[in-house]
């Protein structure tokens, strides 16, 4: 049980209130730490089961994508998706482990999606992370849309900047160079520069491009 699902424990327990919820919750941890065939289709079948509480479905959604079971997926974008910055970020870093090949095009679409801008810091994130052939255009077309939109919203931006400075795919360049004209975005700019021109540019380059 690594650190970021000890979090989401405290955080779920946090909003129990009923003698009954407290019963579903321990059943749930009693499910996750079987961690054998049986317990895993029990969790899987929380996230089809009518009803059933948000925080249910997260914890089965977790335990499930961290183990690679891609019956998690769906209940996981929805998280990524979800209002709730705390919910998001527990999302990506499953989704992150859980490898299947749908996530980039799910992160992207959110990502690229001017109606849910204000919530796609921890899909910029994870593309960021992922590192698959989606990451690259996607944080591009993103940035460049704020850069050129009257609302910029920075925090989004920079996470934008940061990203494809770590990506390190010189086809970000020119839109890096235009970042570092907003006072906001410069210090991460530059940093993003400076690691294009870097050694691990033309690495970057190569393999933000494979597919």
Do not use: G, I, K
């Given at each position: 049980m690594d650190e970021e699902f000890r979090a989401l424990l405290r955080r779920v327990r946090a909003e129990l209130v009923s003698p009954a919820e407290f019963t579903a919750y321990e059943r749930?941890?009693?499910?996750?730490?079987?961690?054998?065939?049986?317990?895993?289709?029990?969790?899987?079948e929380v996230l089809v089961a009518p009803e059933r509480p948000l925080w249910a479905r997260e914890i089965a959604a977790f335990a499930l994508g961290v183990k690679g079971d891609r019956r998690a997926f769906e209940t996981l974008v929805l998280l990524l998706?979800?209002?709730?910055?705390?919910?998001?970020?527990?999302?990506?870093?499953?989704?992150?482990?859980?490898?299947?090949?749908?996530?980039?095009?799910?992160a992207a679409a959110l990502v690229t999606n001017p109606l849910r801008t204000a919530y796609a810091l921890h899909p910029v994130r994870l593309l960021t992370e992922l590192r698959a052939p989606e990451s690259v255009p996607a944080l591009l077309t993103t940035l460049e849309r704020l850069l050129a939109a009257r609302d910029h919203c920075w925090p989004i931006a920079r996470a934008c900047v940061e990203g494809l400075g770590a990506l390190g795919d010189r086809r970000a360049e020119a839109t890096l160079v235009a970042a570092r004209e907003h006072e906001r975005l410069r210090p991460a700019a530059v940093a993003a520069l400076a690691r294009l021109a870097g050694h691990g540019g033309a690495q970057g380059a190569r393999s933000g491009s494979s597919t």
């Open positions: 749930l941890l009693a499910l996750v730490r079987a961690d054998d065939e049986s317990a895993r289709d029990e969790l899987a998706n979800y209002r709730e910055p705390v919910r998001c970020a527990t999302a990506a870093h499953a989704l992150a482990r859980l490898r299947d090949p749908r996530t980039a095009r799910a």
